[in-house]
């Protein structure tokens, strides 16, 4: 038994000594910051947490900042990216961008992403924030902007949509080792991708469109649209809506039922849409990415973004 018991404890021990020198090797490997799996982690353990309302799932931690993929992102006191708003000056327009990781700008710095190149423009009369948090369906956006509508009381709300609007999300907690282990949550992620992969485009578009036809992802994204109209009623804010358009390939593009549902749930509830795919697609997709592995848009995607909304805010035009 004592011989057991000691063969047992050196081979965990050995497991033990195997599974750091893989977790240094890993970090080593990822120390540049331009995985993007690692970097999303990071993100994720550096920058969010749990969030008290289930719906929303996770939210950033007020006053905490981290260099994500080179870029140094800052979270403000009231837990969104960027600077800390005036919301006490008498006159000040507020305006409010609510969306995922695009609304929060991933991977640019502050005044390269959507809300600093539309504060630079709309000027010092307007101020301009933004809820977004990465990885987010469009429940937890609406869920997410709601927890802020009494106290900022905008002039306008900003919703960035993307063809993952209706998607079902696991708001689960994290494990202790995907928390701690960036060998563990890359190896995570690949099975993740590995059983979630729909073979060829072909399979990936029509598992948007079932999406998006109907289900239990798209019952929630329509519901959480009737919030967000009910508190725009109650607050007296307008609401513009943007589509950003699934940032593979433009030329064709094979997204179109999802604009157009868009369009339509927007139109019907007495919103303004706007689709930027008309100028964006003047260019390759790729040339709009921000960085050869991540489709995140990047600043001169945001400029394309920023004159779609010229015509809806006076202080914008020439």
Same mark, same amino acid.
């Given at each position: 038994?004592?011989?057991?018991?000691?063969?047992?404890?050196?081979?965990l021990?050995g497991?033990?000594?195997?599974?750091?020198?893989?977790?240094?090797?890993?970090?080593?490997?990822?120390?540049s910051?331009?995985?993007?799996?690692?970097?999303?982690?990071?993100?994720?353990?550096?920058?969010?947490?749990?969030?008290?309302?289930?719906?929303?799932g996770?939210?950033h931690?007020?006053?905490?900042?981290?260099v994500?993929?080179?870029v140094?992102?800052?979270?403000?006191?009231?837990?969104?990216?960027?600077?800390?708003?005036?919301?006490?000056?008498?006159?000040?327009?507020?305006v409010?961008?609510?969306?995922?990781?695009?609304?929060?700008?991933?991977g640019?710095?502050? &005044? !390269?992403? @959507?809300?600093?190149?539309? =504060?630079?423009?709309?000027?010092? /009369?307007?101020e %301009?924030?933004t809820?977004g948090?990465?990885?987010?369906n469009?429940?937890?956006?609406?869920?997410?902007?709601l927890?802020?509508?009494?106290t900022?009381?905008?002039?306008?709300?900003?919703?960035?949509?993307?063809?993952r609007?209706?998607?079902?999300?696991?708001?689960?907690q994290?494990?202790?080792?995907?928390r701690?282990?960036?060998?563990?949550?890359?190896?995570?992620?690949?099975?993740?991708?590995?059983?979630?992969?729909?073979?060829?485009?072909?399979?990936?578009i029509?598992?948007?469109e079932?999406?998006?036809?109907?289900g239990?992802?798209?019952?929630?994204m &329509? !519901?959480? @649209?009737?919030r967000?109209? =009910?508190?725009q009623?109650?607050? /007296?804010?307008? %609401?513009?809506?943007?589509?950003?358009?699934?940032?593979?390939s433009?030329?064709?593009?094979?997204?179109?039922?999802a604009?157009?549902?868009?369009?339509?749930?927007?139109?019907k509830r007495?919103?303004?849409?706007?689709?930027p795919?008309?100028t964006?697609?003047?260019?390759?997709?790729?040339?709009y990415?921000?960085?050869?592995?991540?489709?995140?848009?990047?600043?001169?995607?945001?400029?394309?973004?920023?004159?779609?909304?010229k015509?809806y805010?006076?202080?914008?035009q020439?």
């Amino acid at each position: 038994m004592k011989r057991f018991l000691s063969g047992t404890g050196l081979v965990l021990f050995g497991l033990l000594l195997a599974c750091a020198a893989v977790e240094g090797l890993v970090r080593v490997a990822t120390s540049s910051q331009q995985n993007y799996l690692i970097e999303m982690w990071r993100y994720a353990t550096l920058l969010k947490r749990n969030s008290a309302d289930p719906v929303i799932g996770h939210e950033h931690i007020p006053g905490a900042s981290a260099v994500l993929q080179g870029v140094e992102v800052s979270i403000n006191s009231l837990g969104m990216r960027g600077p800390e708003p005036d919301l006490s000056t008498v006159g000040r327009h507020k305006v409010v961008i609510a969306g995922d990781s695009t609304a929060m700008g991933w991977g640019l710095p502050e &005044d !390269a992403t @959507l809300r600093g190149q539309l =504060a630079r423009r709309l000027g010092s /009369g307007t101020e %301009v924030m933004t809820t977004g948090v990465g990885n987010m369906n469009m429940t937890q956006i609406v869920a997410n902007w709601l927890r802020y509508a009494d106290t900022v009381r905008p002039d306008t709300v900003i919703v960035l949509a993307t063809a993952r609007a209706p998607a079902v999300q696991d708001t689960g907690q994290a494990g202790w080792l995907v928390r701690h282990s960036q060998a563990y949550a890359l190896l995570v992620s690949f099975v993740e991708i590995a059983l979630n992969n729909t073979p060829g485009q072909a399979g990936l578009i029509a598992s948007y469109e079932k999406m998006w036809a109907g289900g239990s992802g798209r019952a929630a994204m &329509d !519901a959480a @649209l009737d919030r967000l109209k =009910a508190d725009q009623a109650k607050h /007296g804010y307008r %609401v513009l809506v943007m589509m950003i358009p699934e940032p593979h390939s433009f030329e064709p593009y094979k997204f179109d039922f999802a604009t157009n549902i868009m369009r339509a749930e927007s139109e019907k509830r007495g919103w303004t849409f706007l689709d930027p795919l008309p100028t964006l697609r003047n260019e390759p997709a790729e040339s709009y990415w921000v960085a050869n592995n991540d489709v995140h848009p990047n600043a001169k995607a945001f400029q394309v973004m920023t004159d779609v909304l010229k015509p809806y805010f006076p202080s914008l035009q020439e």
